[in-house]
């Protein structure tokens, strides 16, 4: 099981009907581990930048399928896969939400050194469009 450390970059978009789109740009540290057969688990904490400090974020990354899941104060699993709708639940200090997830598009491009990955999906609420997002994250091995 290989694990580097590694830098990631990323920028996240997020468009709702008749509201200017709110993007948030974030580099960090954080670990890539192989997992074998393609499959890779990339993990960093999260900031004050994204509003979630505390919160350890893991992307599992295989061949057909990405789950994002986020442990901490806000809590959540999403899974992206094209061409299906996953229903995800988010634990918020306030209480759960049951949030559709609907992948557009999706690519992961990713081996031991880094890579990249994009992501575009819809969110619903209560089965109505919430909005679209889109995750483009680059990872790049960290100067030992």
């Known amino acids: 099981m290989d694990e580097n450390n590694v830098i990631i970059s990323i920028r996240g978009i997020q468009s709702a009907p008749q509201q200017p789109d709110d993007v948030i740009e974030l580099v960090t540290e954080g670990k890539l581990v192989h997992d074998g057969d393609g499959a890779f688990t990339l993990s960093y904490q999260e900031s004050e930048v994204t ?75 209560d089965h109505a469009v919430a909005g679209v997002n889109q995750f483009e994250i680059q990872i790049r091995e960290a100067r030992k």
Do not use: K
Request: net charge negative.
């Open 51 to 125: 509003g979630m400090e505390g919160t350890l974020t893991t992307f599992q990354i295989e061949r057909e399928r990405i789950t994002l899941m986020r442990l901490g104060e806000f809590s959540s699993q999403m899974v992206f896969e094209p061409g299906r709708r996953h229903l995800s639940m988010y634990n918020t200090p306030y209480g759960a939400l049951s949030v559709g997830v609907n992948t557009r598009s999706m690519s992961a491009d990713v081996d031991s050194r880094g890579g990249q990955i994009s992501i575009a999906y819809d969110i619903e609420i």
